[in-house]
T-cell receptor, first 111, second 115 residues
Framework: DGGITQSPKYLFRKEGQNVTLSCEQN?????MYWYRQDPGQGLRLIYY???????QKGDIAEGYSVSREKKESFPLTVTSAQKNPTAFYLC??????????FGDGTRLSIL | GQQLNQSPQSMFIQEGEDVSMNCTSS?????WLWYKQDPGEGPVLLIA?????ELTSNGRLTAQFGITRKDSFLNISASIPSDVGIYFC???????????????FGTGTRLTIIP
């Protein structure tokens, strides 16, 4: 089945450590997105990519980095510069002007 | 970044009741979307609205794109237990000639069904 796969489902980070969240899609979508969700809040855009080898900062990019070397993959690195990384991270993809579809998320916690 | 004003924040209803929620914005959007999120999962698209004034149904769900393009509402009729979850509105606008969209989300409406 086509879809968006995020891994791992749960991730723990030690202080000062970088961690990378995986997002893979087999929908042949051009655009991919990363969102952060905190309890009781909506989704906030971290980074997005419209084509391979190109990406743009969203509303809350500080402390995060991304790459888009392949159309299918858009990994997100949460760096040690992100002081409050505990959150639910959601990846999405879309094609053209069609609605975005989401993966099932990765929950990141600090040890 | 902007978030949409979504209300109510939470609803406690009995099974079989109808539900209504809405979103408003100070900005115009090209498209309005409604998503449902279950705990620990990603949002799932319920309804997409593409034209001002459009009224669209998906089973027991009905949504409308406001005439001013700054608001939208979602109604759920005859609620059932599986309707429990968080409902998000999202406004969508074009960000480039690629046609790809940037979404602005509401803060969500948490629906609980009282036994």
């Amino acid at each position: 089945d086509g879809g968006i796969t995020q891994s791992p489902k749960y991730l723990f980070r030690k202080e000062g450590q970088n961690v990378t969240l995986s997002c893979e899609q087999n929908l042949n979508h051009d655009a991919m997105y990363w969102y952060r969700q905190d309890p009781g809040q909506g989704l906030r855009l971290i980074y997005y990519s419209q084509i391979v080898n190109d990406f743009q900062k969203g509303d809350i990019a500080e402390g995060y980095s991304v790459s888009r070397e392949k159309k299918e993959s858009f990994p997100l690195t949460v760096t040690s510069a992100q002081k409050n990384p505990t959150a639910f991270y959601l990846c999405a993809s879309s094609i053209g002007r069609r609605p975005q579809h989401f993966g099932d998320g990765t929950r990141l916690s600090i040890l | 970044g902007q978030q949409l004003n979504q209300s109510p924040q939470s609803m406690f209803i009995q099974e079989g009741e109808d539900v209504s929620m809405n979103c408003t914005s100070s900005s115009i959007f090209n498209t309005w979307l409604w998503y449902k999120q279950d705990p620990g999962e990603g949002p799932v698209l319920l309804i997409a609205l593409y034209k001002a004034g459009e009224l669209t149904s998906n089973g027991r769900l009905t949504a409308q794109f406001g005439i001013t393009r700054k608001d939208s509402f979602l109604n759920i009729s005859a609620s059932i237990p599986s309707d429990v979850g968080i409902y998000f509105c999202a406004g969508q606008r074009f960000i480039s000639n690629f046609g790809n969209e940037k979404l602005t989300f509401g803060t969500g409406t948490r629906l609980t069904i009282i036994p």
